[in-house]
């Protein structure tokens, strides 16, 4: 690679640096609520639309970008938002869940290794995803491919997984609240 080349990849990267500051900034300016995953990501929208806008010159002049050629804008969208992805993570925390339906249901994805299985009422599984967080997911309702681990669950201990949950409220007569549960909704083997 050219000295030039490496120059004018510096020069994207800043300018893409640049527009996600600036549309990480106009989301935590604007009073969205950010424990309303659509409000943000209707924000992210038109705060990712006005910082293009705002930069509309520099866009075409350092991305070789055609503003008329719809293939390159909406990879340069897809690009500029794993941008802000990375740049603001906790607005974008919102943007993880699925909305499923309009009882706010989000379904979340990971990638994690099984630690522990628990076989009792219920099969929970001890996971750690890929930064070293642990979570604790039950099994609690059939899903598409629950017939491969019904009485073999121990196998996944140690393996890599997707795992696809919803996050729900239950009432604990013990504690005398309401817990958090994370259900499984699919698991793929990888």
Avoid at 59 to 73: G, H, P
Avoid at 141 to 153: I, K, M, P, V, Y
Wanted: charged share 35%; hydrophobic share 40%.
């Amino acid at each position: 690679m050219s000295f030039s080349a490496l120059g004018q990849t510096k020069k994207k990267d800043a300018l893409k640096e640049k527009i996600a500051k600036d549309v990480c900034n106009c989301i935590s300016d604007s009073n969205v609520d950010l424990n309303n995953g659509v409000a943000v990501e209707e924000k992210l929208a038109e705060c990712l639309m006005a910082a293009i806008v705002a930069n509309e010159a520099k866009i075409t002049k350092t991305m070789d970008l055609d503003f008329e050629d719809q293939k390159q804008i909406e990879s340069f969208v897809k690009d500029i938002a794993l941008t802000v992805g990375v740049k603001c993570p906790k607005i974008f925390m919102n943007m993880i869940g699925k909305k499923m339906d309009d009882d706010e249901k989000y379904v979340f994805n990971i990638e994690a290794t099984i630690e522990e299985v628990e076989e009792n009422d219920f099969v929970i599984f001890l996971v750690k995803d890929a930064e070293g967080n642990l979570h604790r997911l039950i099994w609690l309702e059939e899903f598409d491919n629950d017939e491969e681990l019904e009485g073999d669950a121990e196998s996944l201990k140690g393996k890599e997984l997707k795992i696809e949950y919803e996050e729900r409220k239950y009432y604990n007569p013990k504690t005398k609240k309401y817990t958090k549960v994370k259900v499984i909704q699919d698991i793929e083997v990888e």
